[in-house]
C-alpha cells in the first residue's frame, strides 16, 4: 500500500524523457571539456596560455641571496617536474644573487617583488624571465611604467592579482571580504593600470585560503579577463589539510577549463608541492607524470598485508624516479583484485599467502607473498624500458591533451 506521501519504486517510475540525451552524452572529464581560450605568454620559453598544457610552478623557501643553497633547491623541484619556479626578492642582497641564480637554473625562474620598484628594475636587469609585483604597493604609476618598459624591452611577462588579505579598503567597503567580486575587481584595477601602458604580456592570479570564494573569483575573472590565470588556493595549510582544500579547488576550477599555471601552496618541502600539483593533473586527466599507483583500502577479505605492501611498492617505484606514465596496481584479494587491477600496466592481487602478479590487465603467474615486491618491481622496470623505447621518456609538458 502507498499513499500520496510515499516515494514511488523505481520500477514504478516511467523512463523520462531526457533519459537518451544523459545516455548518449559521455561524461565530461577536463581532457573534454572546453578550455578557457587565454592570450598566451612566454615564461623563459615555456609557454603560460594559449592551449598549452598546466604549467606548474612552485616558490623558494631559501634566503634567495644564499645561491648555494637556492640552487640545490631549485635542482631538487626541477627533478620532481617543476616547469617554473619563483624567488622572493625582498632586498638588494637577494636582487644581487639573481643573475648568478639566472644563469644557473634549468628552468625558467620568476622574481616576486614587493614595495620596492628598483628590485623589480635590478631583477629584470639581472634577466628573469617574469616578475611577480602588485603595482598597487610599488608606488606611483611612474614607478610601476618604470618596470613596464623595461619588461616590454626585454619580453618579459608581469604577474598581477589581488589577495583576500590585501585588499584596498574602498574594495571591501564596497564588497566586504567575503565575495569573489571584490577580488575580482581588485586584480582589474591593477591590470588597469599595465592596459593603460599597451601592456598586455600578463598573468592574473585571485588568491584565497577559502575554496569557495577562491572558486567563484577564478570563475568571473575567466569570463572577464583574457589573459592566463594563475590559480591555487593561498595559505592552503600543511601537507595534508593544504593538499586535501588545493585538491577540491583546483580540481573545480581545472574540469571547467580554468588555469593555465598552477601552484599548490603548502608549509611543506616545495617538492611536496610539485607531486600534489602532478597528482591532482593526474586524478582530473590533464597530465601525466611518471608512474600511478592505485590501491585498494583494505578490507576483512584481504589475506595480505596489503597497507605496508602498498607503502613499500610506493616508496620503491618513486626511487626510481620513472618519467613514464604507467599504472601500477595493489591489490589486496583475489575477489574484486584481478578486475580492479585490469585496467593497470603492473599489478598484484593478494591471496592466501601468494600474490597473482599482472601485467597489461592479464595474470602473469603466481608469486611467494615475501616475492610479491621484487616480482612486482622488476615487472615495473620492464614496462618502464619498453615504454621509453617506443615513445622515450614522458615530459612534463602534458599527456597530449591540446587546450583549447
Given amino acids: ?207 584565497a585560503s577559502d575554496v569557495p570564494l577562491a572558486v567563484a573569483a577564478y570563475r568571473l575573472a575567466a569570463k572577464r579577463f583574457p589573459y592566463p590565470l594563475h590559480i591555487g588556493i593561498t595559505e592552503a595549510g600543511s601537507t595534508r589539510a593544504g593538499s586535501v582544500k588545493s585538491a577540491v579547488g583546483l580540481g573545480i576550477l581545472l574540469a571547467e577549463g580554468i588555469g593555465d599555471t598552477m601552484r599548490v601552496s603548502l608549509t611543506a618541502d616545495p617538492v611536496e608541492e610539485i607531486e600534489t600539483a602532478y597528482g591532482i593533473l593526474s586524478a582530473v586527466g590533464l597530465r601525466k607524470l611518471g608512474p600511478e599507483i592505485i590501491s585498494c583500502p583494505s578490507c576483512g577479505r584481504c589475506d595480505i598485508d596489503l597497507i605496508p605492501l602498498a607503502t613499500m611498492v610506493e616508496e620503491k617505484v618513486k626511487s626510481l624516479k620513472l618519467r613514464v606514465p604507467l599504472r601500477v596496481a595493489v591489490m589486496g584479494c583475489e575477489v574484486n583484485g584481478p578486475g580492479e587491477a585490469r585496467d593497470s600496466d603492473v599489478g598484484i592481487a593478494g591471496g592466501v599467502g601468494v600474490g597473482l602478479l599482472m601485467r597489461g590487465g592479464k595474470i602473469v603467474r603466481k608469486v611467494k607473498e615475501e616475492e610479491i615486491v621484487d616480482a612486482l618491481m622488476k615487472e615495473v622496470i620492464e614496462v618502464a624500458k619498453e615504454r621509453e623505447a617506443q615513445n622515450g621518456p614522458a615530459q612534463p609538458a602534458g599527456d597530449g591533451h591540446a587546450r583549447q
Fill in 1 to 207: 500500500m502507498s499513499d500520496s506521501n510515499s516515494i514511488p519504486l523505481s520500477r514504478d517510475v516511467p523512463e523520462p524523457e531526457w533519459l537518451p540525451e544523459v545516455l548518449a552524452t559521455p561524461a565530461l572529464t577536463p581532457a573534454d571539456a572546453p578550455r578557457t581560450h587565454t592570450r598566451p605568454v612566454s615564461v623563459g620559453g615555456v609557454k603560460i596560455g594559449g592551449g598549452a598544457p598546466v604549467v606548474v610552478q612552485s616558490m623558494c623557501t631559501t634566503m634567495t641571496w644564499d645561491v648555494a643553497a637556492t640552487m640545490n633547491q631549485i635542482q631538487r623541484l626541477a627533478d620532481a617536474g617543476c616547469e617554473v619556479v619563483r624567488v622572493a626578492v625582498p632586498d638588494d642582497k637577494s636582487a644581487d644573487a639573481l643573475p648568478e641564480i639566472v644563469k644557473r637554473s634549468p628552468i625558467p625562474v620568476v622574481a616576486d617583488i614587493h614595495f620596492h620598484y628598483k628590485l623589480g628594475l635590478k631583477a629584470l636587469a639581472a634577466g628573469v624571465h617574469k616578475i611577480r609585483i602588485n603595482p598597487g604597493n610599488i608606488g606611483s604609476e611612474d614607478k610601476t611604467r618604470e618596470i613596464l618598459a623595461a619588461a616590454r624591452d626585454r619580453g618579459v611577462p608581469i604577474r598581477v592579482g589581488a589577495n583576500v588579505g590585501s585588499l584596498p579598503k574602498s574594495i571591501i567597503a564596497k564588497y566586504g571580504t567575503h565575495d569573489p567580486r571584490a577580488l575580482v575587481e581588485a586584480a582589474a584595477i591593477q591590470i588597469g593600470i599595465l592596459e593603460r601602458e599597451s601592456f598586455e604580456d600578463i598573468v592574473v592570479s585571485l588568491k
